[in-house]
């Protein structure tokens, strides 16, 4: 309780509506998606996706209204608690994990399965603005003051990679890359990440599973595997083209309907609301997710501290990057690598893991008008 503070009428008052609203719009868009995803027909009662998702969402509701209420500020205080208890967590896979796929992803909780990763990317966001939250040194941050962020961001994709799981890997990564430059990089030093990074390519390539590297290359020619790893993207493809310009109308989506899509209440879900409601819905949820992160932008513009601006950014960041690789990937422009479609996809501990991040923001434009 000491954590929450002026907890008056000006809170209410000065409650970011217009966020809270963006994100009921987007939750709306994804509660129609997944009872699409598994509709079973007319005669058909809900399916059991579509009432836990509805769960997860008051479940959600309720965590974001916590971390509004919680002034911010504190968090800073436990950035590196946090961190810590999320490595532990992803360290628990190899001993409690539960595997799908190929992959040790969850921690079994009886009613509810704990996807660490989730908590990872708030922990490494929160721990990475911690560290950078000093005014940077004159001439802008060196490569010798990215040692320690490279330690603090390489434990965590590491231990993700072990799982394995390549796109929350690379988000982690695109999160700190974001913060840091948002952090005030000095050019020599971005110019020496870039060419670290095109130089640790191959490296990367000899350490990724076989099924990932194949999917890396039927990305450039998918009909060379049609029914192998190119048969996601084909299938997604074929989806959001046939939607057309208004869609086939709600429930009326043939690829779901007839199961040709694969993970189509998650991964690709993207593909079965184009497929329903065409280029016109694709351009009101882009537009939705466009809205979203401009407010974190001007969250992060109208901050009182470096703390809270560079928190509010990389909270956007963290609906930027999974919203514009999920889209890319379900459209073919970029390789299938498993990400989920923040606010939208099936799913407990993304959908409150991101609710908490929205929950956040709201408490930092909140208090800038509190002190």
């Known amino acids: 309780m000491a954590l929450i503070a002026g907890l008056d009428r000006r809170i209410i008052y000065h409650f970011d509506w217009t966020l809270l609203a963006i994100v009921l719009g987007v939750l709306g868009i994804g509660m129609l998606s997944v009872l699409s995803a598994s509709y079973g027909g007319p005669h058909s009662s809900f399916h059991p996706l579509v009432v836990r998702q509805l769960m997860w969402i008051a479940a959600g509701l309720a965590v974001m209204l916590v971390a509004a209420l919680i002034d911010y500020r504190a968090l800073s205080t436990y950035a590196y608690l946090l961190y810590f208890v999320a490595l532990a967590l992803l360290g628990a896979l190899s001993v409690v994990g539960h595997s799908t796929m190929g992959a040790r992803r969850w921690i079994a909780l009886g009613f509810f399965h704990l996807e660490p990763s989730e908590v990872v990317k708030l922990a490494l966001v929160l721990v990475m603005v911690r560290y950078l939250r000093e005014e940077p040194p004159k001439g802008g941050i060196r490569l010798l003051q990215l040692i320690v962020p490279a330690v603090l961001v390489l434990i965590p994709v590491g231990l993700v990679l072990k799982e394995p799981d390549l796109g929350t890997a690379l988000i982690m990564l ?137 928190l509010a950014i990389g909270l956007a960041a963290l609906v930027f990057w999974q919203v514009a690789i999920n889209i890319a990937m379900a459209c073919g422009i970029l390789p299938v690598v498993g990400l989920t479609l923040p606010l939208v996809s099936y799913g407990g501990s993304s959908l409150i893991a991101m609710m908490a991040a929205m929950g956040v923001l709201i408490s930092i434009n909140t208090r800038r008008y509190l002190f």
Request: glycine share 14%; no cysteine.
């Open 174 to 310: 695109a999160l700190a890359a974001t913060l840091i430059f948002a952090g005030g990089l000095n050019l020599r030093a971005l110019l020496g990440l870039a060419l670290a990074g095109m130089l640790a390519a191959p490296i990367g390539w000899h350490y990724m599973k076989p099924y990932q590297r194949q999917r890396l290359v039927s990305f450039l020619n998918p009909q060379s595997d049609p029914l192998g790893a190119g048969y996601h993207v084909i299938q997604s493809e074929i989806a959001i083209g046939s939607g057309g310009e208004w869609g086939k109308g709600f429930l009326k989506g043939t690829q779901a309907r007839l199961n040709f899509l694969p993970e189509q209440s998650t991964d690709f879900i993207f593909s079965v609301f184009a497929e329903e409601w065409g280029f016109a819905g694709s351009l009101v949820l882009i537009g939705l997710y466009t809205a979203l992160i401009a407010r974190g932008v001007y969250i992060a513009r109208h901050a009182r501290d470096r703390f809270g601006a560079l």
